[in-house]
């Protein structure tokens, strides 16, 4: 099958942010990158779990799901069930994210980032990091602002893109369509002084080489320095 893109293989899909999308949540963002559109939330708990009470630190933790209308096909929601898919991506989303933040400087409280997918066209997981960044930033902006937090905990932001080889040629940010055909895709996650937070990688159909995936990760590093631009504009503007 041919596929049908409309941009550079090296460039990531249009990004349109919506901050405070939600009044509510100490922060939130209505997140969309191509057609793949997430909403992520904050939300601040006064109390850590249970194996963290002596510890003198705070937590942050992620819940992800696809909203019954977000594919082609109707997604069930989780109700009493585990979805293996779901939680892995919730253990992704939290690790990335709490790799931004010095959780001592928390305090005693909880943040949970809730990610939902309102439409899918591949990448959920890695605009879900993008995305759960900037609503943890206003949660944090909305502590300090109370007095709740005197010192900033937050120590780079965290962006994520795929990447991918589809029909042999390294592709960045792929879209369903692209990531359905991919030989190998990526997902990359970096912080803002560009070290490495999550690589994650199947090969589907042929093997990936080192030469390929240097380039997969170069042009991983070029997508997320440009979404980390972005998420500084708004960061610095709102």
Known sequence: MQLMRKRKYDEIREVRITPHFQKKPYG??????GETMVLCSAQVLESVPDWLKNENCGWLTAEYSML????????????????GRSKEIER?????????VDLKK??????????????????????????????LYFAIKKLMAEGKLTENPIKYQVAAVSVGMVHGVPMLD?????????DVDLNVAMTSDMRFVEIQGTSE??????????????????????????????????
């Open 174 to 182: 792929l879209s369903y369509e692209e990531d359905s055909q991919a």
């Open 28 to 33: 939130s963002v209505l997140f969309q990158q």
């Open 92 to 100: 992704i989303i939290g690790r990335a994210l709490r790799a931004s």
């Open 68 to 83: 019954p209308g977000s594919t082609e096909t109707r997604v069930f929601r989780d109700r009493g069930h585990v979805n």
């Open 106 to 135: 928390l305090g005693q409280r909880t943040v949970w980032i809730d990610c939902d997918v309102i439409q899918a066209d591949g990448g959920t997981r890695t605009a879900s990091i993008t995305a759960g960044f900037l609503a």
């Open 205 to 238: 159909k042929e093997p990936l080489s080192e030469e390929d995936l240097h380039k997969l990760l170069a042009l991983a590093k070029k997508g997320i320095a440009e979404l980390l631009k972005i998420q500084k504009e708004v960061m610095d503007n709102v």
